[in-house]
């Protein structure tokens, strides 16, 4: 069974760089054909898609964030990380880790709940 979590910070201070890191389970991030994506629900919003890397190690990244987000991986950990840089209260939001095959979000981590606050 693939499981996803998230961790990382539940409190960051404005300007500051917020780091989440999703570990995976049950499979590995290199298995052809994955993408793995961070997406973020602020209170009272839609979800927001932020980016993804592939098994390949290649990545996307949302345009309204791109000059903030840094997305990567580590394969001996198996593990995935986003880092968004200059936070402001903006950023607070329900951070998920997706494992995505052939455009279907399939498993969701649990999420992570990151306040930008002073």
């Known amino acids: 069974q693939v499981q996803l979590q998230e961790s990382g910070p539940g409190l960051v201070k404005p300007s500051q760089t917020l780091s989440l890191t999703c570990t995976v389970s049950?499979?590995?991030?290199?298995?052809?054909?994955?993408?793995w994506h961070w997406i973020r629900q602020s209170p009272g919003e839609g979800l927001e898609w932020m980016g993804c890397?592939?098994?390949?190690?290649?990545?996307a990244n949302s345009p309204s964030l791109k000059s903030r987000i840094s997305i990567s991986r580590d394969t001996f950990k198996n593990q995935c990380t986003l880092q968004l840089s200059s936070v402001t209260p903006e950023d607070t939001a329900v951070y998920y880790c997706?494992?995505?095959?052939?455009?279907?979000?399939?498993?969701w981590g649990q999420g992570t709940q990151v306040s930008v606050s002073s």
């Open positions: 997706i494992r995505e095959r052939g455009a279907l979000f399939e498993y």
């Open positions: 049950g499979g590995s991030i290199t298995t052809n054909s994955f993408y």
């Open positions: 890397i592939g098994s390949s190690g290649d990545i």
